[in-house]
């Protein structure tokens, strides 16, 4: 091997090191730990959103029809129902994006 072989290898694995570390550098551990906060955040609002409007609904169903809490309840357990499907759908939307990103990765490892 040469010395310019060397140098031309040398270059070649800086360039892929420079390209695994992404524009940032080593800021794509706390960019990826303040995303998972946000899903977070955005799963509880949903489930908070969903019980909140039902026991909007159910309340003044009640105050219209003049029951006791009968609608509110039916509601609140509708409404907690509806937040834990959205929950569940936004989880598998992480899930399956991170997956992907995941398999992307691998397959670069794979390529090289």
């Known amino acids: 091997m040469t010395d310019t072989d060397q140098k031309q ?4 694995l800086e360039a892929k090191i420079e390209a695994a570390k992404g524009p940032s550098g080593g800021k794509k551990h706390q960019e990826e730990h303040y ?7 955005r799963m509880v609002t949903e ?9 909007g609904i159910g309340y003044g169903l009640d105050v219209l029809v003049g029951t006791t809490p009968l609608f509110m309840v039916l509601f609140i357990l509708l409404g907690l129902a509806a937040g ?5 759908r936004t989880a598998k939307e992480i899930q399956e994006t991170q997956e992907a990103s995941q398999g992307a ?3 670069d490892k ?3």
């Open 35 to 41: 995303s998972m906060a946000n899903q977070a955040w």
């Open 110 to 112: 794979d390529g090289d």
């Open 47 to 55: 489930l908070v959103a969903g019980i909140g409007i039902g026991f």
């Open 84 to 88: 834990v499907n959205v929950m569940m």
């Open 9 to 12: 290898k040398l270059r070649e």
């Open 105 to 107: 990765t691998e397959g």
